[in-house]
């Protein structure tokens, strides 16, 4: 069998599964989705009020973790210090 030959049989099935797929749920779903891309997405107030305070409980749980890894170097350097500095 030629490279034309070949080339043919790919373009017919491959056209035949491309429509199949255009005609399918799941072709018309993925056709909405390009078809939607541009479009603003919405703005749901719950979800953005969601969003507002999961962003203020990391940025405490950022806090405390700061002031845990303060604390924790502190407590490691007092013993050392206590001992007359750092030993070799």
Known sequence: MDMEGILAITLIFGGGTA???SISPIG???????RSHGAQPMHDPELLAEVDSLRRDVLE???RVDFAE???SQTQERPQ?????LQS
Do not use: D, M, N, Y
């Open 61 to 63: 749980l950022q806090e």
């Open 81 to 85: 210090v206590a001992k007359g500095g």
């Open 19 to 21: 429509f199949l797929l």
């Open 28 to 34: 018309k779903a993925i056709a909405e989705r390009i």
């Open 70 to 72: 303060r604390l924790l």
